[in-house]
Nanobody, 122 residues
Framework: QLQASGGGLVQPGGPLRLSCAAS????????MGWFRQAPGKEREFVAA????????DYADFVKGRFTISRDDAKNTGYLQMNSLKAEDTAVYYC?????????????????WGQGTQVTVSS
């Protein structure tokens, strides 16, 4: 199971760090992704990191602003978000999978967290 947390209200330009806590023993062998869904829009890929932490992938609209990472000792993944914009407002979901490839697509993931709301507004 996955538990996302860390969302909240932040001003434009501000930072926020999301966490994704995993239960069970398979997190360290799982790839992890973050997605987001704004009202009236489809769920979209944000970032992914492979099981080793050595490979990452980002959507173009977050490159240079967001950083995905993981701490397997804590069974936790993170999404550090900087320079937030109003258009980053959405519910953010973490997901995990042991499948290789296709990480930009929700169907590649077996496990999902419940989502955490991020609102960027002054």
């Amino acid at each position: 199971q996955l538990q996302a947390s860390g969302g909240g209200l932040v001003q434009p330009g501000g930072p926020l760090r999301l966490s994704c806590a995993a239960s069970g023993r398979t997190f360290s062998m799982s790839h992890m992704g973050w997605f987001r869904q704004a009202p009236g829009k489809e769920r979209e890929f944000v970032a992914a990191i492979d099981w080793s932490g050595r490979s990452t992938d980002y959507a173009d609209f977050v490159k240079g602003r967001f950083t995905i990472s993981r701490d397997d000792a804590k069974n936790t993944g993170y999404l550090q978000m900087n320079s937030l914009k109003a258009e980053d407002t959405a519910v953010y979901y973490c997901a995990a999978t042991r499948r290789s490839g296709g990480w930009r697509f929700p169907m590649a993931y077996n496990y999902w967290g419940q989502g955490t709301q991020v609102t960027v507004s002054s």
